[in-house]
């Protein structure tokens, strides 16, 4: 019963060398949301998208990019990953119906930088 | 914007006992609370939420208080089962063309057996 997908749910890089993250959601949900979790902290936005609207937190790195192909796949780019840049990742999706909704998070890609 | 303040930190609970985990909010605005739960290494996942126009939402063990006036609202575990072990994140956020979630800090409930 899969409804936010995540890939690779592993993946280990070199200081510098770049990597992407995909997402993949079968909620149709207009929503998509890409969070950075460190450990023993709580989930940190980096950006979202409505439909294909970008939305940037004004404190994440320029080193984050996002691309959004479809309304199913929405993927994470770090240019040049830091040391600290490891952390659980994690994509979420959610249902605009003019209020707030429930935001249904996929299972995370836990990225070491070495 | 939002800021949401989560109490305690950590919380240790005979199993069969009850839980209280407390967040307070600032943004008047705010009318979503959503509870998440998550499991070492797991994604979080929603437990209960409840939205401004009730005060109490209950699902079996669980149940969710909302004071608008004093801007807090809390988790209740009741009947403690080892499975309850966890952290539990509160999280708040407006609609008012906002999407984003604002999280609390964070309670790790560990339930001694």
Request: glycine share 6%.
């Amino acid at each position: 019963d899969a409804m936010v997908i995540q890939n690779p749910r592993y993946q280990v890089t070199q200081f510098g060398k770049p990597v992407t993250l995909s997402c993949s959601q079968t909620l149709n949900h207009n929503v998509m949301y890409w969070y950075q979790q460190k450990s023993s902290q709580a989930p940190k936005l980096l950006f979202h998208y409505y439909d294909k609207d970008f939305n940037n937190e004004a404190d994440t790195p320029d080193n984050f990019q996002s691309r959004r192909p479809n309304t199913s796949f929405c993927f994470l780019d770090i240019r040049s990953p830091g040391l600290g840049d490891t952390a659980m990742y994690l994509c979420a999706t959610s249902r605009r119906t003019g209020g707030p909704d429930t935001q249904y998070f996929g299972p995370g890609t836990r990225l070491t930088v070495l | 914007g939002e800021n949401v303040e989560q109490h305690p930190s950590t919380l240790s609970v005979q199993e069969g006992d009850s839980a209280v985990i407390k967040c307070t909010y600032s943004d008047s605005a705010s009318n979503y609370f959503p509870w998440y739960k998550q499991e070492l290494g797991k994604r979080p996942q929603l437990i209960i939420d409840i939205r401004s126009n009730v005060g109490e939402k209950k699902d079996q063990r669980i149940a969710v208080t909302l004071n608008k006036t004093a801007k807090h609202f809390s988790l209740h575990i009741t009947e403690t089962q080892p499975e309850d072990s966890a952290v539990y994140f509160c999280a708040a956020t407006s609609n008012f063309g906002n999407e984003k979630l604002t999280f609390g800090t964070g309670t790790r409930l560990t339930i001694i057996p």
